[in-house]
């Protein structure tokens, strides 16, 4: 089972920026893709970017598309999702996600990750 922890939420005023982080066990990212996802209360989670294992393939939803970037060091077996420009509606939990597999380019849906962080909460006021 992999170990996934995030880090890096928080509360900020709109057009601030954070940097989420998502540090997984030994070698859990090697081959493997990693989505972040996000659920605000009364929604459902909503995958918000991916990334490949070895970054060639990003997708980012067209809320945050030029807002938030995804990146990954698999030397630290870590995943940021750089968020700036920060809105209100951007405010929910915010979760890693681990998707075994090659892909060529990683699953959107919730229902194809194996294993998921405990979330941390971001809140932008506005």
């Known amino acids: 089972q992999v170990q996934l922890v995030e880090s890096g939420g928080g509360l900020v005023h709109a057009g601030g920026s954070l940097r989420l982080s998502c540090v997984a066990s030994i070698g859990a990212f090697n081959y493997y893709g990693v989505g972040w996802f996000r659920q605000a209360p009364g929604k459902e989670r909503e995958c918000v970017a991916t990334i490949t294992w070895s970054g060639g393939n990003i997708y980012y939803a067209d809320s945050v598309k030029g807002r938030f970037t995804i990146s990954r060091d698999n030397t630290k077996n870590t995943v940021y999702l750089q968020m700036n420009n920060l809105k209100p509606e951007d405010t929910a939990v915010y979760y890693c996600?681990?998707?075994?597999?090659?892909?060529?380019?990683?699953?959107?849906?919730?229902?194809?990750?194996?294993?998921w962080g405990q979330g941390t909460q971001v809140t932008v006021s506005s």
């Open positions: 996600a681990h998707a075994p597999g090659l892909w060529v380019i990683v699953p959107t849906t919730p229902d194809r990750y194996t294993s």
